[in-house]
């Protein structure tokens, strides 16, 4: 394993490719809990709160695999 500073990390974990991908974590988060507040206080179809549900869930779920997989894959190339 090959010593690797603070700074190369903190440059690699703030790339503009891994801003994206955090952004789309933080994106399915936000729409979780605007949802969350939204099923407390109703007035909102059913239907478009699941909808928002499911996305919310697939965003977080994707922004994760992929930033594991461009871990993985960039780990490999070096």
Excluded: P
């Excluded at 994206?20 to 979780?32: D, K, Q, R």
Aim: proline residues 0%; aromatic residues 10%.
């Amino acid at each position: 394993m090959s010593d690797l500073s603070a700074r190369e990390a903190l440059r690699y974990a703030t790339e503009d490719s891994m801003l994206a991908l955090y952004a789309v974590v933080f994106g399915g988060w936000i729409l979780l809990t605007v949802v969350g507040f939204g099923l407390t206080r109703g007035g909102v179809l059913l239907v478009v709160r699941l909808l928002a549900v499911v996305f919310g869930v697939f965003a977080i779920l994707t922004g994760v695999v992929a930033i594991a997989y461009k871990l993985l894959a960039d780990s490999r190339t070096n």
